[in-house]
C-alpha cells in the first residue's frame, strides 16, 4: 500500500502528476492531493485540480486536501512536509514549476528545490 502526496495547484500539474501515477498505483494505494495557496491561487482552481484528480485516477484512493491558508509564518515547503506527516506518504510528488505550461524548461521552483533539500522522502518531479 502505497500513499503519495502531490504538492500542486494547478490542473496542468495535477494532470502530470495522474498520468505519472495511473499506471503506477492501484486499488490498496492512496493519493492526497494538497493545493497549498502560493500566490494568486483562486479556490476555483483548486476545485478544479481536484476535479482533475478524481476523474483521472480510478484506481487509486484520492483525496484532495485544500486548506484555506498556510499557518502562521508559514511557507509551503513547511505545509507539505506536515501533510505528508500527517499522511504517513511514503513519496511526494510536485510540478516542476507552478504547473503554467509556458514555464516549461524552466528551473525548478523554490518550493521544489526547498523539498529536495529538507526531506528524507522520495521525490517525483513531473513536468506539465
Known sequence: MTKVLVGTDSVHTTAAACDYLDPRLGEADT?????????????????????VARTRLIEPTVEIRTPDSLSDGETVTEALL??????????????LTRGDPETAGDPPGSTVQHLLA??????????V
Open 82 to 95: 506536515r501533510f505528508a506527516e500527517e499522511l504517513g506518504a511514503d513519496e511526494l510528488l510536485l510540478g
Open 31 to 51: 493519493v492526497v492531493f494538497a493545493t497549498v495557496p502560493e500566490g494568486p491561487v483562486s479556490e476555483r482552481d483548486a476545485g478544479d485540480a481536484g476535479n
Open 118 to 127: 529538507e526531506t528524507t522522502l522520495p521525490v517525483v518531479v513531473v513536468t
